[in-house]
């Protein structure tokens, strides 16, 4: 349903997305690109949730950190978000790239501190609140909601929390409210389970969330805060405070009015190999927990006027097909297929993300390889069997090949690949040659 909140908040409001750090839990998929800039749904990056959920909710200036492998991101961002120069409201998508100065000569070194050494250029805003986000993670939210709470509470910083379970509660941060939704307490990844048992959301404010009382459910930290204009200015004061949710938040508890936004939607963080694998296989059930086809929150993206993909004698079972795909009497059953994607006769694909291509064979983009005689084409070969693996971009898969995880550790590094949790994941710009087993 769209906000019939106004947008007189949004207007009034800055969005900063981090760009992440190195990214080293979705290596290799950040090998050569930043964790916002990795493929997500067969056409989309992952950098375009938070900025389309932005947009959805009238915020129309935006700041992109970036620090690591940022070409692809750079790219993507500065080919998909274009406004109009003429329009009355000023709107933009800006990248704000680490960069060493007079001043400081340091990289970041952690979110706050990244906000902290681009505060000068967030502040030419007359912006009176400030909404930071995370660049890697999957959700539909109308930040014009959250804003609303923030005003309505009277809190100086709100943070987007979401209820979890006991098990999944060791990996987040925890913050503990009262039954107003005021901020008392924050444990990083409590693991003692007599401290998980004080952190509960308490029974009153699971009644108002419409929850059972015997639920045991825990706040865990979205990644998403709001700051009220001089709050944030005053808190990024310490220059040794680097970091929002181990620095900034627990010392601000004391001090300032900081409220829970509790997000009872789908939400997933996209921090690990298995949790982006396992979002986007997710995408093909039947009634996904995330979906992109609600027309009022259309997800944007770069628009590449690619052909309609031509499918030819092919069984799919549950699978997603991107634009400008050539598929050829194979097998698939839950796919996520990407642009471009080229498989051939006789291939099985199952529980597979195939991320596509950059460009067709024979593109000059494709450099030496098509010059090699015996290197495999774009795409996937001839009587292929892949099971549960990622394919990333522009890997050339030879005829008969096959990957599987199965009989391998749950974390393994070769030449040509890479196992984790279980999932086997290929390079971007792989070559596995006819015949190889992986």
């Known amino acids: 349903m769209t906000s019939?909140?106004?947008?007189?908040?949004?207007?009034?409001?800055?969005?900063?997305?981090?760009?992440?750090?190195?990214g080293s839990r979705l290596y290799p998929l950040t090998?050569?690109?930043?964790?916002?800039?990795?493929?997500?749904?067969?056409?989309?990056?992952l950098v375009d949730i938070p900025i389309s959920n932005c947009l959805n909710s009238g915020m129309r200036q935006i700041y992109v950190l970036t620090q690591f492998n940022t070409t692809s991101l750079h790219r993507h961002i500065g080919a998909t978000y274009k406004f109009d120069h003429f329009s009355t409201e000023r709107s933009f998508v800006e990248i704000l790239a680490a960069q060493q100065t007079t001043e400081?000569?340091?990289?970041y070194q952690g979110t706050a501190d990244a906000v902290r050494q681009n505060l000068r250029y967030f502040l030419e805003s007359p912006a009176e609140y400030f909404v930071i986000l995370s660049g890697d993670q999957l959700y539909h939210m109308d930040y014009r909601q959250l804003l609303q709470q923030h005003v309505d509470s009277g809190a100086d910083i709100t943070l987007g929390t979401v209820p979890?379970?006991?098990?999944?509660?060791?990996?987040?941060?925890?913050?503990?409210?009262?039954?107003?939704?005021?901020?008392?307490?924050?444990?990083?990844?409590?693991?003692?389970?007599?401290?998980?048992d004080e952190l509960t959301i308490p029974a009153p404010l699971l009644a108002a969330l419409g929850r059972r009382a015997d639920e045991e459910l825990f706040q865990a930290s979205m990644g998403i805060y709001v700051f009220n204009r001089q709050v944030l200015i005053d808190t990024l004061a310490n220059e040794k405070e680097a970091d929002f949710g181990k620095h900034i938040i627990p010392a601000a508890i004391d001090k300032y009015r900081v409220h829970a936004y509790i997000f009872q939607g789908y939400w997933e963080d996209i921090g690990t190999i298995r949790a982006f694998f396992e979002a986007n296989l997710a995408l093909t059930d039947i009634i996904p927990p995330y979906s992109f086809f609600d027309r009022e929150y259309p997800i944007y993206t770069h628009a590449r006027f690619l052909?309609?993909?031509?499918?030819?004698?092919?069984?799919?079972?549950?699978?997603?097909?991107?634009d400008g795909c050539?598929?050829?009497?194979?097998?698939?059953?839950?796919?996520?297929?990407?642009?471009?994607s080229v498989v051939n006769s006789g291939a099985e694909l199952r529980d597979v993300v195939l991320m596509g291509a950059d460009y067709y064979e024979g593109d000059p983009r494709a450099g030496a390889l098509d010059l090699q005689a015996d290197a495999p084409p774009i795409g996937i070969g001839r009587n292929c069997v892949i099971k549960r693996a990622i394919i990333d971009k522009n890997a050339r898969i030879g005829d008969g090949v096959v990957i599987t995880p199965e009989g391998k550790p749950d974390n393994?590094?070769?030449?040509?690949?890479?196992?984790?949790?279980?999932?086997?994941?290929?390079?971007?710009?792989?070559?596995?040659?006819?015949g190889s087993w992986v």
């Open 104 to 107: 400081n000569t340091n990289w």
């Open 412 to 434: 393994y590094d070769s030449e040509n690949f890479y196992i984790r949790d279980g999932v086997v994941v290929i390079p971007k710009n792989a070559v596995l040659p006819s």
């Open 4 to 22: 019939l909140i106004p947008n007189d908040l949004a207007q009034k409001s800055l969005a900063v997305i981090m760009g992440g750090g190195a």
């Open 326 to 340: 050539i598929l050829t009497d194979a097998r698939l059953e839950r796919c996520v297929v990407g642009i471009r």
């Open 164 to 196: 979890v379970n006991r098990a999944a509660a060791t990996e987040f941060g925890i913050m503990h409210s009262d039954s107003e939704r005021r901020i008392i307490r924050f444990q990083e990844k409590p693991k003692d389970p007599a401290l998980l």
């Open 307 to 322: 052909p309609a993909s031509k499918i030819n004698g092919v069984s799919i079972h549950k699978a997603i097909i991107s």
């Open 31 to 45: 090998k050569d690109r930043a964790k916002p800039a990795v493929p997500l749904a067969g056409k989309y990056r």
